[in-house]
């Protein structure tokens, strides 16, 4: 990959990657019942932009909003139009109801530059006859834990009992290779209250519709997928 990398240097620079980004979030429609002064693509940007810089927290994040010169940079960094960044509170409002789904794109554009530049063809793994596939480890982690605080799409634990708890998993699965530092992300999927109450269940159901996404995105790319114990007894014949 690095080869591929210092021979486009372009499309592979921090800026290039960001504004890709950046128009996939243009693309997501406004679900707003009335105008308002923020642009709608400024949200999923500036989300965008705090997990990008790794602030600690929301609030965080909203004290950048008041600084002059970091809405300056966060408007020719973010692309975040006018440098007008909403309150924490407006973010919840507007980010909370959007459908996951709208957040694949980005991670499909990625990987199709770095398909697009040659940079995947470092990370073909070659194992005996195994030629011409790529290893996609898949797993699911925790996202959000919480014994008092919850919303309509938390999974819940211990329903009806005194420890009841409220939480959300994801099932994320990167592409890799043993000899290269980075790895790519593929769209994770997100591991709904309706798919069961057991962990199991859970990833087993999550992984049909992870599966499917990625067998959707990139029909091209062969894959061996790699999975603990939990989610072995998921066919994945069709990759
Ligand atoms: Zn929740």
């Not at 642009?39 to 999923?44: D, E, G, M, R």
């Amino acid at each position: 990959m690095g080869t591929a990398i210092q021979k486009k240097v372009r499309q592979f620079s921090a800026t290039y990657l960001i504004k890709t980004v950046s128009e996939c979030f243009e693309k997501i429609p406004d679900h707003r019942p009335n105008k308002c002064i923020i642009p709608f693509a400024n949200f999923p940007k500036s989300a965008f932009a705090m997990m990008h810089q790794k602030c600690d927290s929301l609030l965080a994040f909203d004290e950048e909003r008041l600084d002059e010169v970091c809405c300056h940079n966060l408007e020719k960094l973010y692309h975040i139009k006018d440098g007008i960044v909403p309150s924490d509170t407006r973010m919840r409002e507007v980010v909370d109801p959007l459908d996951p789904a709208e957040h694949k794109t980005p991670f499909k554009k990625l990987l199709n530059i770095v398909q697009r530049n040659g940079a995947l063809k470092g990370f073909e793994f070659k194992c005996g006859k195994l030629k011409d596939h790529y290893l996609l480890p898949v797993d699911g982690t925790g996202l959000f834990y919480s014994g008092t605080c919850r919303c309509d799409d938390c999974c819940i634990m211990n329903e009806g009992k005194k420890n009841e708890a409220y939480y959300h998993n994801i099932l994320g699965g990167c592409i890799v290779h043993p000899k290269q530092k980075t790895v790519l992300p593929l769209a994770p999927e997100a591991i709904c209250k309706q798919d069961g109450t057991k962990k199991n269940d859970c990833e087993k159901a999550a992984i049909r519709r992870f599966l499917a996404q990625v067998k959707h995105d990139h029909p091209q790319i062969k894959l061996v997928i790699l999975l603990d114990g939990l989610e072995t007894v998921v066919k994945v014949t069709d990759h």
